[in-house]
């Protein structure tokens, strides 16, 4: 067999590309459950009006409607990938924000900006899976449309949570 014939027998398939791409959004979308949850819980004596609490549980949410169509499609979770995910979410935690025993203003921001950039990658998730669904009969693209736009209108609350953030951290300056 032939080095080229070789390397063309071990790439994946369309199907275990699929399976590759939607575990790395599971990957992904575990950090941001994670992180979601911390938000929220930081977040709740804030007059931010209940706000971090609701994103904190679509985001959640999402994650489960990842794993459904991960279902529908017979796509198997990497536990390994979502493993390293949750712990690397964790390990995050670790780093220092200015502060050693208490919690920086700038974790906040941090932590927003993190958020948004996860909730844009999971919009393009959404949008790539939307397009799949013109061949693929297993998807829904009713819910997948709910999907990109409950992603956007994350986006744009998060930036707005962002922006206060980032006056209330950054003026303390």
Same mark, same amino acid.
């Given at each position: 067999?032939?080095?080229? @014939?070789? @390397?063309? =027998? %071990?790439?994946?398939?369309?199907?275990?590309?699929? =399976?590759?791409?939607?575990?790395?959004?599971? @990957?992904?979308? %575990?950090?941001?459950?994670?992180?979601?949850?911390?938000?929220?819980?930081?977040?709740?004596?804030?007059?931010?009006?209940?706000?971090?609490?609701?994103?904190?549980? #679509?985001?959640?949410?999402?994650?489960?409607?990842?794993?459904?169509?991960?279902?529908?499609?017979?796509? %198997? &979770? $990497?536990?390994?990938? &979502?493993?390293?995910?949750?712990?690397?979410?964790? +390990?995050?935690?670790?780093?220092?924000?200015?502060?050693i025993l208490s919690r920086?203003?700038?974790?906040?921001?941090? #932590?927003?900006?993190?958020?948004?950039?996860? &909730? #844009?990658?999971?919009?393009?998730?959404?949008? %790539?899976?939307?397009?799949? +669904?013109?061949?693929?009969?297993?998807?829904d693209t009713d819910r997948?449309?709910?999907?990109?736009?409950?992603?956007?209108?994350?986006?744009?609350?998060?930036?707005?949570? $962002?922006? $206060?953030?980032?006056? $209330?951290?950054?003026?303390?300056?």
């Amino acid at each position: 067999m032939t080095r080229k @014939a070789t @390397a063309k =027998s %071990t790439r994946p398939s369309r199907d275990g590309m699929l =399976s590759i791409y939607l575990n790395d959004h599971l @990957a992904g979308a %575990t950090a941001g459950s994670e992180l979601a949850r911390r938000m929220a819980r930081s977040h709740q004596r804030s007059d931010e009006g209940g706000l971090p609490q609701r994103l904190a549980a #679509e985001i959640i949410q999402d994650r489960a409607a990842l794993l459904d169509i991960m279902t529908a499609l017979g796509v %198997t &979770v $990497r536990a390994y990938k &979502v493993s390293a995910a949750w712990i690397g979410e964790k +390990a995050g935690r670790l780093k220092f924000n200015g502060r050693i025993l208490s919690r920086s203003p700038l974790s906040d921001l941090e #932590e927003l900006e993190l958020l948004r950039l996860g &909730v #844009e990658g999971k919009a393009a998730g959404w949008r %790539t899976l939307r397009t799949l +669904a013109q061949a693929d009969g297993r998807l829904d693209t009713d819910r997948l449309d709910e999907l990109i736009s409950r992603a956007s209108s994350q986006a744009d609350q998060l930036e707005e949570l $962002r922006v $206060r953030a980032a006056s $209330r951290s950054l003026s303390q300056v």
